[in-house]
Nanobody, 116 residues
């Protein structure tokens, strides 16, 4: 099994930057893909970005050009560098890992608040 712990959230002004991290432990060799999702109050959880073990990335249109997902090798930590933050980026950001057998594991989330 894999366990995930997010860190690095906080309060930042609009236009600012923040980097959040997700540390994986346990059977990290089983991880095929990791990703970041976010959930704002009253809204559904949505995809932000994903990265595969091979380094292929995918982004939501709303964050393309502003956010960058990256990972360590082996894939035990994933980062989300967020630049040019907007108030609408305010949400709880969750990390997830897709492992062998299409098992999905989630972290507990980290709050990101962007003030206008």
């Amino acid at each position: 099994q894999v366990q995930l712990v997010e860190s690095g959230g906080g309060l930042v002004q609009a236009g600012g930057s923040l980097r959040i991290s997700c540390a994986a432990s346990g059977s990290i060799f089983t991880i095929n893909r990791m990703g970041w999702y976010r959930q704002a109050p009253g809204k559904q959880r949505e995809l932000v970005a994903t990265i595969t073990k091979g380094g292929t990335t995918d982004y939501a249109d709303s964050v393309k050009g502003r956010f960058t997902i990256s990972r360590d090798i082996p894939m035990d930590t994933v980062y989300l560098q967020m630049n040019s933050l907007k108030p609408e980026d305010t949400a709880v950001y969750f990390c997830n890992a897709l492992t062998w057998g299409s098992r999905l594991t989630w972290g507990q989330g980290t709050q990101v608040t962007v003030s206008s």
